[in-house]
């Protein structure tokens, strides 16, 4: 029996490092290299090998080599004890952190002091000398990579349009579904990312209320979704609103007013980890319908601190107490846009029921698509920041819209900022493809303009052009499509015209 579990084993150590891609040349050296040989004295024995883990470490991971694995000389299955007792067993490579780890090991406390790596020899052939090598990573922040084991997944290299769900609810904190025999239950992240891989995303960041715990299931979750990009993120819920974190798994704090704390310094804490925030569902109620939703922090907040704003919400949730007003987040975004700060327009589903209120309330309705220059988290969230932003209300079916511009001085897409200075004029492009006859408003500087001639889109692929002559002043110009009944169904991030060049937290 030994042999066909060997080779079970071994394709699952090759296959659990297919799915990523090569990490950056900057990966640090290992904080540790054990190595000894083993022979067959040693068959059939656990070995432990301490090793001492200093004070401050969030994330440990072990990458093991023996050699006669190929030749089936040698199969040796480690495993790691902490100070205080066991913590998995069954990988070569594996990373544990206070918050994910590597299934099957135990995410959690990284305690300082002695630890024992295990090294299970279940064969070695006789008069053969296996020559293993650990090499053992420690960093003092669950986020950054610090060998292959823990890269972030690449699920696609290439630059181009990618389209997703950035807010989004599961089981850990109130999304709900149905059980096996119909009750509503918290439901397992696996349901969600399921449905949103039914409507064919390329990405979806999960946004529980202010937990890390849902990060554990995407770490294992994401070899199975090797086409839905899994996005670390969390919704934080304070007591004067809503704002979305992306792209880290550090603690950020939510307490408003605990120890004189400040949405801003919340702001702060999430850049220093890495992560973009995006203030939610602002034209919300602020009062007992919906306590903490619209953002009541608005006087408050620092906007240079904020990368993006939600302008749709696709919260309309069946037989719900709560119904949010129409309308979207635009005017507060347009206010911070008119003082010159590029923020970025994003949407987000909130769905809480994995899907299972599709058409109406679901992940990916609205769709955010964003330009990246791959399909990696850092990709999408770059692509983000750059405002490479178009949104689709209805979800990943609706139609297209590209808006380009072009300026003496050089060529822009929707986040990118042009100078054009009075005299100049400014050459617009908006394609629209797919979906059926609509109306193309051009908005300059969030005023309905003239500047096209003809709005009427004839339905499949249609192309219009116009022209800005530019008196040398800040605008910003975007794209809302309407279907001939007035409903909204795509909105571009604008182009900007003589924006200052950088602004709040944009690296
Ligand atoms: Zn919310
Ligand atoms: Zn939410």
């Not at 071994?10 to 990523?20: E, T, V």
């Not at 959690?108 to 295990?118: D, E, M, Q, S, Y």
């Not at 119904?323 to 994003?346: F, S």
């Not at 709005?455 to 249609?462: A, E, N, R």
Request: overall charge negative; charged content about 20%.
């Amino acid at each position: 029996m030994r042999p066909s579990l060997f080779h079970g084993f071994a394709m699952l150590l090759l296959g659990s490092l297919s799915l990523f891609a090569a990490v950056p040349q900057t990966t640090p050296k290992p904080s540790l290299v054990l190595h000894g040989t083993l022979t067959y004295a040693d068959f059939h024995a656990f070995k432990m090998v301490p090793f001492h883990v200093p004070p401050g470490v969030k994330r440990i991971t072990v990458d093991i080599t023996f050699t006669g694995m190929k030749e089936r000389k040698a199969a040796v299955f480690p495993g790691i004890f902490d100070p205080n007792g066991f913590r998995g067993y069954g990988r070569t490579h594996f990373t544990i952190s206070t918050v994910d780890a590597t299934p099957p090991f135990l995410p959690g406390a990284i305690p300082a002091g002695k630890w024992g790596l295990l090294l299970g020899v279940d064969d070695i052939a006789k008069g053969y000398v296996s020559h293993w090598t650990a090499e053992i990573h420690f960093m003092n922040s669950v986020d950054g990579v610090s060998s292959p084991t823990d890269a972030l997944p690449v699920l696609n290299p290439k630059p181009g349009w990618y389209q997703g769900d950035l807010h989004s609810h599961t089981g850990h904190s109130d999304g709900v579904c149905n059980s096996q025999s119909g009750h509503p239950v918290p439901c397992p992240a696996f349901k969600l990312m399921e449905a949103a891989a039914a409507r064919k995303l390329d990405f979806l960041a999960i946004t529980d209320h202010n937990t890390t715990s849902t990060y554990n299931d995407m770490m294992e979750a994401q070899p199975y979704f090797d086409k839905l990009l899994l996005i670390d993120g969390r919704e934080m819920t304070t007591f004067g609103g809503h704002f979305n974190v992306w792209g880290t798994k550090s603690f950020v704090d939510f307490r408003t007013g605990y120890k004189g704390l400040t949405v801003n310094n919340f702001f702060d804490e999430a850049h220093a980890h890495g992560g973009l925030v995006s203030i939610n569902h602002n034209w919300w109620p602020y009062d007992e319908r919906c306590m903490g939703c619209g953002w009541a922090e608005k006087p408050n907040t620092d906007f240079r601190k904020v990368d993006a704003i939600e302008v749709i919400n696709g919260y309309n949730q069946k037989g719900s107490w709560f119904k949010p007003p129409p309308g979207n987040g635009t005017p507060m975004w347009e206010e911070e846009l008119a003082k010159g700060l590029r923020i970025t327009a994003v949407g987000g589903s909130d769905d809480h029921r994995s899907g299972e209120q599709l058409p109406d309330d679901g992940v990916g309705r609205p769709t955010d698509v964003v330009y990246a220059p791959e399909l990696s988290e850092r990709g999408i969230l770059d692509g983000i920041k750059a405002g490479h932003v178009y949104i689709k209300v209805f979800g990943p079916d609706g139609p297209d819209v590209f808006l380009n511009a072009t300026t003496p001085s050089g060529k822009g897409q929707m986040g990118d900022n042009l100078s054009c200075p009075s005299g100049d004029t400014a050459n617009f492009t908006v394609e629209v493809k797919g979906g059926d006859a609509g109306i193309i408003h051009v908005l300059d500087n969030g005023k309905l303009s003239s500047l096209l001639a003809s709005t009427t889109v004839h339905g499949d692929d249609d192309s219009k052009s116009f022209a800005v002559h530019c008196d040398g002043s800040r605008h910003w110009i975007r794209i809302e499509l309407y279907k001939p009944a007035s409903t909204l169904v795509t909105l571009t991030n604008p182009i900007y015209l003589n924006f200052p060049e950088s602004h709040n937290s944009r690296k």
